[in-house]
């Protein structure tokens, strides 16, 4: 019995319906993308954070233009 739930189980894991891993949740919430560099960023993110990459890789670009979802 138990040998049979355990192949369930793992039969469920290879065919995805398993559990999902916190590493695959992560990637599929980085959708903000720096338009300049292309460099993206957790959704979660704030704007300060985002003003600090402006300031430290695009000293001559504006937030608004690197990151055209907050226009």
């Known amino acids: 019995m138990k040998s049979k739930t ?31 560099c292309r460099q993206s960023f957790m959704c979660t993110l704030s704007e300060k954070s985002l003003q600090e990459h402006v300031n430290s890789k695009h000293p001559k670009s504006e937030l608004k233009e690197c990151f055209t979802h907050l226009a």
């Open 6 to 36: 355990k192949r369930d189980r793992n039969l469920a894991k290879q065919q995805g319906k398993g559990g999902t891993s916190q590493l695959a949740k992560n990637k599929a919430s980085m959708n903000i993308v720096c338009q300049v």
